[in-house]
């Protein structure tokens, strides 16, 4: 049977990302028989699409749904959501996950767990956690990955995520453009210690980013235009991760910088902020030992939209700086990275640092 050197990918079949897009609700309520539905959703979220989810669910008269407000995102709030459902409202056919991307991963969680339908609807571009088919979790100041389930269905409506925080857009631009260096992490893998690779889930996960960077001068997320290349590129990251079956696609040395600070709970940036500066770096550091890259041209773009280019604007010192680069080489260190390659010393950090002003 050659079906077993074939692997199974799970992909949604329906993406919409435009303005008005929750006119579709209604719509996917008779594309897949919608009864019983589960939304799940927070506070604010509720506020900004939930109610108008659950409405466009119901208006028909067939569908009923069981909305859950999650306050604090959590496995232990998905295992919660999944015991109540289980007493009180019996089969589900879908799961809806109205929210940004804490809220998305307990929808994930649930609907895995049920093996029911996911349908997710996002309400800001904070990273690439929208199609991804892993949940991201923080447990005792650390983030895991669980496994969980993939969207048969994305609903992005670029009105309401153009109104979310422009912190999070800018965020979801650093997640996005460090899928460039990623991959040349990806390739140093492929050269020195004969990883797999895929050409096609590579290019699904630079294509977005190279794009925005090329028109790094005009970059502007308000616009509508723009705004639409960035949730689709963070869309396509998840894909990306679907079709390979692990995040190598999206996930190499600047993720392992993020985690880092994370793990030593350094700084206040968000993920895509910490990511986005971490980029900056290992471009530099590629550019540096292999003559790759343009860690200007990345700074200049996060410049340009605003978002932190320095440890300062997140809230962290040269020496943590450096502090969280040393420790970043022990983090998943399987992975293969200019990291691992190079083995930069200290001194080569605080050259970098200093070279492309993140430190001053």
């Known amino acids: 049977m050659i079906l077993k050197h074939f692997k199974q990918i799970l992909l949604p079949v329906d993406v919409r990302i435009h303005r008005n897009a929750l006119e579709n609700i209604s719509k996917a309520v008779n594309r897949y028989d919608l009864k019983n539905v589960v939304v799940v959703t927070g506070i604010k979220t509720n506020e900004i699409a939930g109610i108008t989810v659950e409405k466009l669910l119901t208006s028909s008269g067939e569908c009923r749904t069981n909305k859950f407000i999650v306050k604090t995102a959590s496995r232990e709030a998905a295992k919660k959501i999944e015991q109540e459902i289980r007493g009180d409202f019996g089969d589900y056919d879908a799961v809806f996950g109205v929210g940004g991307g804490k809220i998305l991963d307990v929808a994930k969680v649930v609907a895995y767990h049920s093996n029911s339908l996911l349908i997710n609807v996002p309400t800001n571009a904070a990273h690439d956690g929208i199609a991804s088919p892993l949940a991201s979790f923080k447990e005792k100041g650390m983030p895991i990955s669980i496994k969980a389930a993939s969207p048969i269905s994305i609903i992005a409506d670029l009105d309401i995520i153009r109104k979310s925080p422009v912190r999070l857009l800018r965020s979801g631009y650093g997640d996005l453009v460090s899928n460039l260096v990623e991959v040349k992490d990806w390739l140093l893998g492929v050269q020195k210690i004969d990883e797999d690779y895929d050409e096609i889930v590579a290019s699904i996960s630079t294509m977005p980013a190279m794009l925005l960077l090329r028109s790094a001068k005009e970059l502007d ?35 392992k910088f993020s985690h880092a600070l994370d793990y030593l709970r350094y700084g206040k940036g968000t993920h895509g902020e910490q990511v986005g500066i971490g980029t900056i770096i290992m471009e530099y550091l590629h550019q540096h030992y292999y003559g790759k890259g343009d860690w200007e041209l990345i700074k200049y773009s996060l410049e340009k939209i605003l978002a932190p280019t320095t440890a300062r604007e997140i809230g962290l010192t040269k020496e943590q700086m450096i502090e969280a680069l040393m420790h970043a080489k022990n983090i998943r260190p399987s992975r293969y990275t200019i990291l691992e390659d190079q083995n930069p010393s200290r001194k080569d950090f605080e050259i970098c640092l200093e070279k492309t002003g993140i430190t001053k």
Do not use: C
């Not at 689709?232 to 600047?254: C, D, N």
């Open 221 to 255: 997320f308000r616009d509508f235009d723009y705004l639409k290349l960035l949730v689709r590129g963070l869309i396509l990251g998840g894909l990306a991760i679907t079709m390979y079956g692990t995040s190598r696609p999206v996930s190499g040395s600047a993720h």
